[in-house]
């Protein structure tokens, strides 16, 4: 398993020098050709000496990861030398932690956005959605003109949602008639987000991704998994989070052709 995280020596313990170990990177290219090459590409990635990699998830959620590295000091005790390592942050020229770090980092934003949108507060929601009703009924909607307190959040959240095509159940929590005026460009993805919440919103637990909720809510805290990994599928967040990690614009090819629409039919994506 620690192969996709960039691990050379886990798969040279279990299958060896020679044919065995040829054989396990034939197989994983050929039956898992994308899955294998992001694992090489996020290894590739690394930023020689640097610091710290960093990277805003389309929730802004930013993450922060120091570069940590060994550092022998050497100590005498009652005569005797040894050495006692610490770890600094040092940047190396190479490195293997951004695979997981990456992977991880979308992991967390799963989480999130289970809360978000099975644990949602139905008195906003339900503001939001005569709102929405008004626009439709009349083509406008009652405001009071004053800058809203979340104005500045709304406007961060859409600009990620334009840049990755993700959109974060975040922005339902903060938008208001003072700030909509920053979607009306696309009101049809914000009613697109309220029309595939849960019917009602129920309690879901968390521990990484694993999740729990009342048996009543089963089948609903499934459909809100699969939806989340269509949106990220369907989404340019990979090439969000690579852009940032290089500090440049980047493009990344996708493997799979129409995996998003599966996803959202599959049974066993949490089970």
Same mark, same amino acid.
């Given at each position: 398993?620690?192969?996709?995280?960039?691990?050379?020596?886990?798969?040279?313990?279990?299958?060896?020098?020679?044919?065995?170990?040829?054989?396990?990177?034939?197989?994983?290219?050929?039956?898992?050709?994308?899955?294998?090459? *992001?694992? =090489?590409? +996020?290894? !590739?990635?690394?930023?020689?000496?640097?610091? /710290?990699?960093?990277?805003? $998830?389309?929730? #802004?959620?930013?993450?922060?990861?120091?570069?940590?590295?060994?550092?022998?000091?050497?100590?005498?005790?009652?005569?005797?030398?040894?050495?006692?390592?610490?770890?600094?942050?040092?940047?190396?020229?190479?490195?293997?932690?951004?695979?997981?770090?990456?992977?991880?980092?979308?992991?967390?934003?799963?989480?999130?956005?289970?809360?978000?949108?099975?644990?949602?507060?139905?008195?906003?929601?339900?503001? *939001?959605? =005569?709102? +929405?009703? !008004?626009?439709?009924?009349?083509?406008?909607? /009652?405001?009071?003109?004053? $800058?809203?307190? #979340?104005?500045?959040?709304?406007?961060?959240?859409?600009?990620?949602?334009?840049?990755?095509?993700?959109?974060?159940?975040?922005?339902?929590?903060?938008?208001?008639?003072?700030?909509?005026?920053?979607?009306?460009?696309?009101?049809?993805?914000?009613?697109?987000?309220?029309?595939?919440?849960?019917?009602?919103?129920?309690?879901?637990?968390?521990?990484?991704?694993?999740?729990?909720?009342?048996?009543?809510?089963?089948?609903?805290?499934?459909?809100?998994?699969?939806?989340?990994?269509?949106?990220?599928?369907?989404?340019?967040?990979?090439?969000?989070?690579?852009?940032?990690?290089?500090?440049?614009?980047?493009?990344?090819?996708?493997?799979?052709?129409?995996?998003?629409?599966?996803?959202?039919?599959?049974?066993?994506?949490?089970?």
């Amino acid at each position: 398993m620690t192969s996709m995280y960039g691990s050379k020596r886990q798969p040279r313990r279990v299958f060896g020098e020679g044919e065995g170990l040829e054989a396990f990177y034939q197989t994983m290219q050929e039956e898992l050709p994308g899955a294998w090459a *992001l694992n =090489e590409a +996020l290894r !590739e990635l690394w930023q020689p000496n640097a610091l /710290s990699h960093d990277w805003v $998830l389309p929730d #802004n959620f930013h993450v922060h990861v120091n570069v940590m590295s060994p550092v022998a000091h050497p100590i005498v005790v009652n005569g005797q030398k040894m050495s006692v390592t610490t770890y600094e942050n040092l940047g190396t020229e190479t490195g293997l932690s951004l695979g997981a770090n990456v992977v991880h980092s979308i992991d967390g934003l799963v989480v999130r956005e289970m809360a978000r949108r099975c644990s949602y507060d139905a008195e906003k929601i339900g503001y *939001l959605r =005569e709102i +929405l009703d !008004e626009i439709d009924r009349t083509g406008t909607y /009652s405001t009071s003109g004053e $800058l809203s307190r #979340n104005h500045d959040l709304v406007e961060t959240l859409w600009k990620h949602y334009r840049e990755t095509g993700f959109l974060s159940a975040r922005i339902l929590e903060v938008l208001d008639t003072e700030n909509l005026a920053l979607v009306l460009n696309d009101l049809p993805a914000i009613q697109s987000l309220l029309d595939t919440l849960p019917a009602k919103p129920f309690p879901v637990l968390a521990i990484h991704d694993a999740f729990a909720c009342h048996p009543n809510y089963g089948n609903d805290v499934r459909r809100q998994y699969n939806r989340i990994l269509h949106d990220i599928g369907a989404s340019e967040m990979l090439a969000s989070v690579v852009s940032d990690i290089a500090g440049q614009p980047t493009q990344v090819h996708k493997y799979g052709g129409n995996l998003a629409t599966h996803v959202l039919e599959s049974n066993y994506s949490l089970s």
